[in-house]
């Protein structure tokens, strides 16, 4: 199946050392996602090409002489800065790579399922970015022609925008970063201020706030249940109502969620 030019990611490669920039290229061919623009064997040489050739995204190596993967970014001007997946032998900056918001960080030798899902996660991400300069465009048309504020117009495109939603979680324990599969999460609960992802029989620890992680999940799919909880509903096999008004949601995991009576309309279409 070809790609049209909007899905496409044209692409550097950054590596000091020729045969791994080689590889990479030869790795890459096999991604019809992705247009190799360029490779390039230190930071100036990528430096002056990121300026010439405005590319998508950088394949970076970290370490490299005279200037690292973490100094050259600080070298380029923000709004030509393009999407990073770092390459590298150690897995030691892991949790500075995610502090500069790179896509993705990726072990040497790459290993082709975790290329291909970085890239996914690239394209993912080129998408939601082209839907947000959209709707700056089209803001900016609107308010010329109205002589409405931004901020009316702005309202009335979050309402007619379409919801992305994050296909796996990023969460960082220490130095080191999982990545969880939505579609593999059970239920969340919420611990102070953190939270508590079960999935596959693990849970996982996760600093964020309720509001901002049910942000990220479908809710056609997550569903809150109590004021502390949010359900995966296409693992809900039983709901038994008690006498007081409450329910309780029997997972496919075997798990036992209480449901408040405040969220009683979320469990209508089992019935």
């Known amino acids: 199946m070809t790609q049209n030019n909007q899905e496409r990611l044209r692409a550097l490669i950054v590596d000091d050392e020729d045969l791994a920039r080689q590889g990479m290229e030869m790795r890459l061919q096999k991604f019809e996602q992705v247009e190799v623009l360029r ?14 050739l405005e590319p998508d995204i950088l394949f970076l190596d970290i ?18 800065l393009p999407m990073i997946i770092f390459i590298t032998a150690y897995d030691a900056f892991a949790l500075d790579a995610f502090k500069i918001h790179a896509i993705d960080y990726l072990l040497k030798p790459v290993e082709d399922a975790r290329l ?20 700056q465009r089209l803001m900016n048309l609107v308010v010329s022609l109205t002589g409405k504020s931004p901020q009316a117009i702005g309202e009335l495109l979050d309402d007619e925008a379409p ?8 969460i960082k324990d220490g130095s080191s970063i999982t990545f969880v599969p939505v579609r593999d999460i059970d239920w969340v609960d919420a611990a ?3 939270m508590c992802v079960h999935a596959n029989g693990e849970t996982h620890i996760m600093r964020t706030t309720m509001k901002e992680l049910e942000a990220k999940l479908d809710p056609t799919i997550f569903q809150r249940v109590h004021r502390s909880t949010i359900v995966n509903l296409e693992r809900v096999e039983k709901v038994s109502s008690h006498i007081n008004g409450e329910f309780h949601l029997t997972l496919s995991c075997g798990s036992s969620l209480k449901m408040s009576r405040s969220y009683k309309e979320k469990i209508k279409h089992f019935f």
């Open 163 to 170: 919801a992305t939603h994050a296909d796996r979680l990023a």
């Open 39 to 52: 490779s390039c064997a230190n930071a100036k040489e990528a430096i002056d090409a990121i300026i010439e």
């Open 63 to 80: 370490q490299m002489p005279g200037m690292t993967g973490f100094e050259m970014i600080r070298e380029i001007q923000s709004d030509i």
């Open 116 to 135: 291909g899902e970085a890239i996914e996660m690239a394209i993912e991400h080129k998408a939601q970015q082209s839907a947000v300069n959209e709707k």
């Open 192 to 194: 102070g201020d953190y």
